[in-house]
């Protein structure tokens, strides 16, 4: 599930220097979450953007093409920098 792992995005990954910081955190990151023992049915792409409210409060997420096995955490992260600033 999702679209925001290195397997989906060589071109970006092979564009940074060799032996850069992120880099070398970008491989252990996916690497540990590939290996997650706690892997469930994410979003995807679980922007402010795929999400709306009614007035009664009611939640509707859309746009599920992204959906697939991952760590329910990238859901809330990715959420949470799509509405927020880096001061939140």
């Not at 999702?2 to 564009?15: A, G, I, K, V």
């Not at 060799?18 to 540990?32: E, P, V």
């Not at 939640?59 to 949470?80: E, K, P, R, T």
Request: proline share 2%; hydrophobic share 35%.
């Amino acid at each position: 599930g999702s679209y925001w792992h290195l397997d989906t995005r060589p071109d970006e990954f092979n564009n940074l220097p060799k032996k850069s910081d992120i880099k070398q955190a970008a491989t252990k990151l996916n690497n540990a979450l590939k290996q997650c023992d706690y892997q469930t049915l994410i979003h995807g792409d679980a922007k402010l953007a795929n999400f709306a409210a009614n007035s009664q409060g009611h939640i509707l997420g859309y746009d599920f093409q992204y959906v697939g096995a991952g760590v329910g955490v990238v859901d809330v992260m990715y959420f949470m920098t799509s509405c927020m600033d880096e001061s939140e």
